[in-house]
């Protein structure tokens, strides 16, 4: 900008009163200063308030204008604008989406040069009803299904909303963010008919159980957060789990107020309950919950459970209780396959921003036991192994060699010493063969891999020798284990597979070697 031009702009803005030129901007086409004029009249409360909600409702339209504005109230000075929603809910989604165009309109109606504060917040009834059915406050907020700026943050003159009423709490899942697979194809699609059907018959309550990491709490949380997009209120929904619902049945119990525990939860339109195995050996809060699923199903209401094991497999929980869980749909989340780790790995990459090569995710996926937990930890492990490589962050394809680095150092170790018949017992469940037909002359398939398996893991994992390993299997002569090891680390360079359950489908012998290092582990 050359020094006419900057002068010009110094006295258009420091002028006390004075406006910059038609646009709003100073020109270097245009920079003379505008002649010296009285300071334009602000309009009064109620006009700039009328001002913004017009400049507002062109901006982002009659219909949404009309849909999350309609109810609320709209304050104005010429610093400060105030809204205040109908509900908190309303609030919350408000403060995600729009603060940007309330601040752009704000400044458009009053003229202003500079940001507004603007404060939103719901009003003093709907905020003190959502308290009362929030159980204490313990459970996770059902707030607006987008990410939005977290409640708490100090009011500034810079734009910066003020906050509102209700406190932060972390942001639901999403069913549309659930990456589908064969293993949980059915799951996913009885998530998404209880969030949205008004049949439940034979579908609630929905029983949804996995092993540790396969994605049910994000089904759980979907479909609180479905519904709610569906109905456009959160009040009548909760999202906790069994040790939430526990304690506060304990704590309603010990002041006197079961009453209103009761009241508070019965009234529900969905329930979703996370680990519900947590009441397992708790009597008294069996027969509770067992009495709310009776009162919530009589209403009509949706109910969505999730647990590790088959609700006839969880100990110690009443045999009523069971057949409550089961008389809905009671459905399973396998452990995601070949190709659903696959897309995951691209999903969870893609979100930090990470190049990976084809080599380096079929890498990460052959690690046949980790959960989705454990790949993000991978993933944010090579962002920061290629971090301290000084590659820029936007640059680089991170390759399989930096991968099997980061492996080698998040591969699962015992916490104890392993004992051979460990091992052995872990490929006889896994493979599902008998010790006798592994000490046995027999040449099928899975038993010849079991062998090379208790070889190749029995030296990793204990501090056994060939011919010891040898004489576990009924082997006279150590060369046929050596043999069979070294043969079972060419087959997993080559990435072969093996027909495990009956069917068209196979697992890599490289992921079988890593669940049967996980179950040993486990074991031990």
Not at 76 to 102: G, K, M, Y
Not at 360 to 369: C, K, M, P, S, W
Not at 501 to 522: H, I, K, M, Y
């Amino acid at each position: 900008m050359d020094s006419a031009t900057q002068t010009g702009l110094a006295t258009v803005t420091q002028v006390h009163g004075r406006r910059h030129d038609a646009d709003g901007r100073g020109r270097a086409g245009n920079a003379q200063p505008q002649p010296p004029r009285r300071a334009a009249r602000r309009p009064g409360r109620a006009a700039a308030a009328e001002l913004i909600a017009q400049e507002l409702s062109r901006s982002i339209g009659a219909n949404r204008y009309q849909m999350w504005f309609g109810q609320a109230q709209i304050e104005a000075t010429a610093q400060h604008v105030s809204v205040v929603a109908d509900s908190p809910f309303a609030a919350r989604w408000i403060e995600t989406h729009f603060s940007q165009a309330l601040q752009d309109a704000a400044m458009t109606a009053l003229e202003s040069s500079s940001p507004v504060t603007i404060s939103i917040s719901a009003a003093p009834e709907a905020a003190a009803v959502e308290r009362t059915e929030a159980l204490d406050g313990s459970s996770a907020d059902l707030r607006s299904p987008a990410r939005g700026r977290g409640h708490g943050d100090a009011p500034s003159s810079n734009g910066h909303v003020e906050p509102v009423s209700a406190p932060r709490s972390p942001r639901l899942h999403s069913l549309d963010e659930f990456v589908v697979g064969g293993s949980n194809r059915l799951a996913h699609s009885a998530a998404c008919r209880l969030a949205e059907s008004d049949d439940l018959r034979g579908l609630s309550p929905l029983f949804i159980h996995g092993e540790c990491g396969v994605g049910k709490t994000h089904l759980l949380q979907g479909i609180c957060r479905r519904f709610i997009e569906r109905t456009g209120s959160s009040a009548r929904v909760r999202y906790v789990t069994g040790e939430q619902f526990t304690n506060e049945f304990i704590a309603a119990l010990r002041t006197g107020s079961i009453e209103s525990f009761r009241q508070r939860v019965r009234k529900l339109a969905l329930l979703a309950i996370d680990d519900v195995h947590f009441l397992a050996n708790k009597v008294k809060t069996q027969s509770e919950f067992q009495c709310t699923l009776d009162a919530i199903d009589f209403g009509g209401a949706r109910v969505a459970m999730a647990s590790d094991n088959h609700p006839n497999h969880i100990r110690r929980f009443s045999q009523s209780l069971i057949s409550r869980f089961v008389s809905g749909m009671v459905v399973r989340v396998e452990r995601p396959e070949r190709e659903l780790r696959c897309a995951l790995i691209r999903r969870l990459a893609e979100r930090r921003n990470l190049r990976l090569s084809q080599a380096a995710i079929d890498e990460l996926a052959a690690q046949g036991g980790p959960s989705v937990r454990e790949l993000e930890g991978t993933l944010t492990r090579l962002a920061a192994w290629r971090a301290l490589a000084q590659t820029p962050a936007g640059d680089g394809e991170i390759g399989m060699l930096l991968v099997q680095q980061v492996l080698r150092e998040d591969r699962v170790r015992p916490a104890h010493i392993v004992r051979i018949g460990s091992v052995i017992d872990a490929v006889c469940q896994r493979l599902s063969v008998t010790k006798a037909d592994l000490v046995g002359t027999s040449r099928h398939k899975r038993v010849v891999v079991g062998r090379s398996m208790i070889a190749f893991l029995a030296r990793e994992l204990t501090t056994m020798s060939f011919p010891e390993i040898a004489q576990a299997l009924g082997r006279e002569n150590h060369s046929t284990v050596h043999t069979a090891d070294q043969r079972l680390r060419r087959q997993m360079q080559e990435d072969q597979h093996l027909e495990l359950d009956g069917s068209n489908s196979t697992t890599s012998l490289r992921e079988l070697a890593d669940l049967l290092r996980r179950d040993v582990c486990r074991a031990s």
